[in-house]
Nanobody, 118 residues
Framework: QVQLVESGGGLVQAGGSLRLSCAASGSIFSINVMGWYRQAPGKERELVAHIPSGDSTAYADSVKGRFTISRDSPKNMVYLQMNNLKPEDTAVYYC????????????WGQGTQVTVSS
């Protein structure tokens, strides 16, 4: 099992910044990819950014150039730096840990609310 705990959400004005943190514990060795997803009211959950075990990263087009995902492997932490926030970034943000291969599995945190006011 893997446990994920997010922190760092809140209310910010448009153009502001927030940094989300995700603390992972448990069977981290089994995880291949860490990422952040978000879900706005009335919308499906969508991928924001993810980072595999190496240094490569991938972002949704809507956040490219504004958000940066990073990980501190020794501390089992994943971060999402969000700059130039827009009202459309308002959502609950979820940390995700993904195991791929023969026994794929997704683990989720409880989510943290990000609200961007105009």
């Amino acid at each position: 099992q893997v446990q994920l705990v997010e922190s760092g959400g809140g209310l910010v004005q448009a153009g502001g910044s927030l940094r989300l943190s995700c603390a992972a514990s448990g069977s981290i060795f089994s995880i291949n990819v860490m990422g952040w997803y978000r879900q706005a009211p009335g919308k499906e959950r969508e991928l924001v950014a993810h980072i595999p075990s190496g240094d490569s990263t991938a972002y949704a087009d809507s956040v490219k150039g504004r958000f940066t995902i990073s990980r501190d492997s020794p501390k089992n932490m994943v971060y999402l730096q969000m700059n130039n926030l827009k009202p459309e970034d308002t959502a609950v943000y979820y940390c995700n840990a993904k195991r791929v291969g023969t026994w794929p599995r997704d683990y989720w945190g409880q989510g943290t609310q990000v609200t961007v006011s105009s």
